[in-house]
């Protein structure tokens, strides 16, 4: 018994020092530790390795579908569909099972009719260096030192180059040339054992099948399904709605904190760029787990994707269609000779506005010539990319925003506004036309120079109508060219509108700080010429400023932002676009006496409807009462540009139409165009069955 006690008490003795209870508790825990690492390093070794090199697990992006487009009647103009995209990985399997299953996977593509999305600089006959990089020698030189070769290597040596980098010597040079536009174009993308390089776009169904079927030996190649942006016509308000394409190398470093991937599709033109803050959704997160030859074992979806918010502009879908093909009839009829009796084969070119003269709405704008925006979506062809570079029209050239002209004879009721104003002139004060105006330079009256006579004896009202070159003469030498500059700005003319659009140009306002100036540049100006260049945006803000009563609006394309649950408030919007445009544009009245512009309505009535006005016989059977201004403006080399404006109804104005054609010759030989364009708009808005909400214009010409 007192041996068990003495033997209790020892133990007791023990627990009670600490720092040897730890200790013993501290070699235990070692002792698993060390058998715990021998199991899996020296015992289970080898097969724990073979497990970590078999398994790679990574996450992707899943994108998410972009806001869809409407028109303010909730028409469909660009939405999504799903199309098959082909990425690659890095594997650790051996560069030849890598080059062998590169071709396999382009010879599919390729006899499918599916093309690989490469950045590669080859042309297309794949002979030489692409047309951008023989005619850019900068660009060239750029490259080939990128690669350490000499600024004078020739293209043979880049191929030499990339094929001893990617070991192809013993492939044929068709094949190299396939094994090279992949592997360039998955390096550039900086692609690796966790993320892609996309390599081919909407491919085909039939090679998605084959693709899938040899999947086992196509190692790290791997198909995904994203939405892909598509618009419902080819050129439908293509310079409105832009395009997306592959974000560049510059976008992707700026935007990456944004969720940009390198794949990702962004706007470059149009309200595709201006709003791709609102249009762009939230990618989401799946978590991917492959083998080692990139084949996926299991994948899991950690984050679903958001859409963007829809977006609905203020055009009228039945009026932009309207707009565009009268413009593009009267293209062709001014080439021909239909419009104007000899043919104009300069008149290749030139844009419409409508707009809403209450609201500042932009209803419809078209620039002629037009592209094709779909192409862009999946990657537009060298081919394509080279033809609308090579046109000298430059189609993806905006001219209702960016396009700067002379303003000629409409600027006429300016001036007239500007002498009311100032009191240079009075609404009745009668002026006898000279022919030729006594002083400066001795201009003469358009109406004298054609037919030797004069119009007479003119109040204001009467020059507008005739287009009294003298009569404006008269009155920008009383006025001085200051207070035509005040209202020039007044107008808004000679700044941007603010636009939801990036390219618009500023204009010049002839006479607003110039040097040198004299009475004989007054004479010019006062009759829309000398350094006068507005864009027809300008000049459509302009006339519907008259129009309204002298209320200057700020014009919009954007009408609601947001989801199907929720409105962006447009006060927002409204911040965030006049920060994109640099542009912060106010609705403001210009509290000009309602008399003054009776008087210029009243002559801009007289042009369309009275004897001896420039168009009268034009509107003659018009549907609706348009009240116009012809105007034709020299320009340096060609036929002159030809420039109608209006608004209509007379009695209660609804809508500001301005149309510019280069090189039309007169503005008489356009008006027929603004007749239709007024006459569509009485038509549709007058009848009740065209006023319900239609997607009829969808399902003629959507095809996915």
Request: hydrophobic share 35%; aromatic share 10%; with cysteine.
């Amino acid at each position: 018994m007192e041996f068990i006690r003495s033997k209790f008490e020892k133990i007791l003795e023990i627990l009670e020092n600490r720092e040897l209870v730890l200790s013993f508790f501290l070699v235990i825990i070692a002792v698993v530790f060390i058998g715990q690492l021998f199991s899996i390093q020296i015992i289970n070794g080898a097969s724990y390795r073979e497990q970590a090199e078999n398994k790679i697990v990574r996450t992707e992006s899943i994108t998410a579908p972009r806001g869809e487009i409407y028109d303010r009647n909730g028409v469909i103009l660009a939405t999504n569909k799903l199309t098959y995209n082909v990425e690659i990985y890095r594997t650790k399997v051996g560069i030849e099972e890598n080059n062998e299953a590169i071709k396999m996977l382009v010879d599919i593509l390729v006899k499918n009719g599916d093309s690989i999305s490469s950045s590669f600089p080859i042309n297309d006959a794949q002979d030489n260096f692409s047309d951008e990089y023989i005619e850019n020698t900068d660009l060239r030189v750029e490259f080939l030192k990128s690669i350490k070769l000499d600024e004078n290597a020739s293209f043979e040596d880049v191929i030499n180059y990339y094929s001893e980098l990617y070991a192809l010597d013993n492939y044929s040079y068709e094949d190299k040339i396939k094994i090279i536009k992949v592997k360039y174009e998955a390096n550039v993308s900086g692609y690796s054992l966790f993320s892609s390089a996309v390599i081919a776009r909407n491919i085909s169904s039939n090679s998605v099948a084959q693709i899938e079927e040899m999947k086992s030996v196509l190692y790290g190649i791997n198909i995904v399904t994203v939405p892909q942006r598509y618009y419902v016509s080819d050129t439908f308000a293509a310079h409105i709605l832009g395009y997306v394409s592959k974000i560049s190398t510059t976008e992707y470093e700026t935007l990456k904190e944004d969720g940009y991937t390198i794949n990702s599709v962004i706007g470059k033109s149009g309200v595709e760029e201006s709003m791709e803050k609102y249009l762009k959704g939230q990618d989401g997160v799946k978590k991917v787990v492959t083998d080692s030859f990139g084949n996926v074992t299991s994948e899991q979806v950690t984050k679903e994707a958001d859409s963007g918010n829809n977006l609905t502009l203020t055009i009228d879908y039945r009026i932009q269609e309207v707009v565009e093909n009268t413009l593009r009839n009267t293209l062709q009829n001014l080439q021909s000779g239909a419009l104007s009796g000899e043919p104009i084969p300069e008149a290749q070119a030139g844009s419409c506005v409508v707009l809403d003269v209450s609201s500042g709405e932009v209803l419809a704008m078209a620039s002629y010539p037009t592209y094709n925006i779909n192409s862009f979506a999946d990657g537009i062809s060298s081919a394509e990319w080279k033809a609308i570079n090579e046109d000298i029209q430059n189609p993806m050239f905006n001219r209702a925003i960016s396009g700067t002209y002379s303003p000629g004879s409409t600027y006429k009721m300016l001036v007239g506004l500007s002498g009311l104003e100032s009191n240079g002139i009075t609404v009745d004060e009668m002026y006898t036309d000279p022919g030729i105006y006594p002083y400066s330079y001795n201009p003469k009256c358009w109406i004298y120079t054609s037919h030797n006579i004069t119009h007479g004896s003119i109040n204001l009202a009467g020059a507008i109508k005739g287009s009294c070159n003298c009569f404006f003469y008269e009155v920008g030498r009383r006025i001085g060219i200051e207070e035509i500059v005040k209202w020039a700005k007044n107008f808004g003319l000679g700044q941007k509108t603010g636009i939801e659009l990036s390219g618009e140009a500023n204009g010049n306002i002839a006479g607003d700080n110039a040097s040198g100036w004299s009475l004989g540049d007054t004479l010019s100006a006062s009759i829309g010429q000398s350094t006068n260049l507005y864009t027809p945006l300008q000049l459509s803000n302009y006339i519907a400023t008259i129009a309204n009563g002298g209320t200057l609006n700020k014009i919009s394309l954007i009408k609601n932002v947001g989801t199907d649950v929720l409105s962006i408030p447009l006060s927002e919007i409204n911040e965030y676009t006049s920060k994109f445009t640099g542009v912060n544009f106010e609705t403001k009245n210009l509290n000009i006496k309602s008399e003054y512009i009776n008087a210029i309505k009243e002559g801009m009535y007289a042009v369309t409807t009275e004897t001896g006005g420039t168009a009268a016989d034009i509107f003659a059977d018009s549907r609706v009462v348009v009240a116009g201004k012809t105007g034709t403006a020299q320009v340096s080399n060609g036929a002159n540009n030809a420039i109608f404006v209006g608004f209509a109804p007379y009695d209660n104005p609804k809508i500001a139409v301005v149309t510019v054609v280069e090189h039309g010759a007169e503005g008489y030989y356009i008006a027929p165009m603004v007749k239709e364009i007024t006459n569509a708009y009485f038509d549709i808005y007058t009848n009740d069955a065209q006023k319900e909400k239609t997607q009829e214009f969808v399902e003629n010409k959507i095809v996915f």
